[in-house]
T-cell receptor
Framework: GAVVSQHPSWVICKSGTSVKIECRSL??????MFWYRQFPKQSLMLMAT?????????EQGVEKDKFLINHASLTLSTLTVTSAHPEDSSFYIC??????????????FGEGSWLTVV | QKEVEQDPGPLSVPEGAIVSLNCTYS??????FMWYRQYSRKGPELLMY????GNKEDGRFTAQVDKSSKYISLFIRDSQPSDSATYLC????????????FGSGTRLSIRP
């Protein structure tokens, strides 16, 4: 099946620093990637939709200047959490949609990245 | 009202039992319906997807969609301890640009 790789799996950073998370589609081209955030025992919250070669579309309430998204190629999207604070500590998950491989409207997820801000 | 409603559980059943997981939704434009399984501290894994109404079976898993009632189900037969996870329903509209909306997830525990 389609594989989406996310790196790093976990990261600890100091408050005020920035952290970059990468999302790669390993065996397909993804024109659209999605970034989610998940707090413990809660569902996935869509943060933004990342489109290759254009600006990301952010969901209401998500600060675009804090969560910078870049989708420079068909296989890579990055999420940078700028000036991180402890309340940004969460599980961040990316996903990618492969329209060529799937008959339906499905997406594949990365393994997620645990961010802890201390 | 949320677009997708899912009982968070937890649901605990003995090994071998049939498990029924359900979601209701309010948006009649939804055309694609998915079930994801998520183990603790891992990303969700696609289990099943169906288009429009009907049933779909894959091994021990059966997905049902009733668009007239706006109700979807996932059945797990002969449940195993390894099935213990959080199950998320998800759905989206007919356009490739449609966002996918997730339920809150149901935590399932299979007792040996």
């Amino acid at each position: 099946g389609a594989v989406v790789s996310q790196h790093p799996s976990w990261v600890i950073c100091k408050s005020g620093t920035s952290v970059k998370i990468e999302c790669r589609s390993l065996d397909f081209q993804a024109t659209t990637m999605f970034w989610y955030r998940q707090f413990p025992k809660q569902s996935l919250m869509l943060m933004a939709t990342s489109n290759e070669g254009s600006k990301a579309t952010y969901e209401q309430g998500v600060e675009k200047d804090k969560f910078l998204i870049n989708h420079a190629s068909l296989t890579l999207s990055t999420l940078t959490v700028t000036s991180a604070h402890p309340e940004d500590s969460s599980f961040y998950i990316c996903s990618a949609r492969d329209l060529k491989r799937t008959a339906g409207n499905t997406i594949y997820f990365g393994e997620g990245s645990w961010l802890t801000v201390v | 009202q949320k677009e997708v409603e899912q009982d968070p559980g937890p649901l605990s059943v003995p090994e071998g039992a049939i498990v029924s997981l359900n979601c209701t939704y309010s948006n009649s434009a939804f055309q694609y319906f998915m079930w994801y399984r998520q183990y603790s501290r891992k990303g969700p894994e696609l289990l099943m997807y169906t288009y429009s109404s009907g049933n779909k079976e894959d091994g021990r898993f059966t997905a049902q969609v009733d668009k007239s009632s706006k109700y979807i189900s996932l059945f797990i037969r002969d449940s195993q301890p390894s099935d213990s996870a959080t199950y998320l329903c998800a759905m989206s509209g007919g356009s490739s640009a449609s966002k996918i909306i997730f339920g809150s997830g149901t935590r399932l525990s299979i007792r040996p």
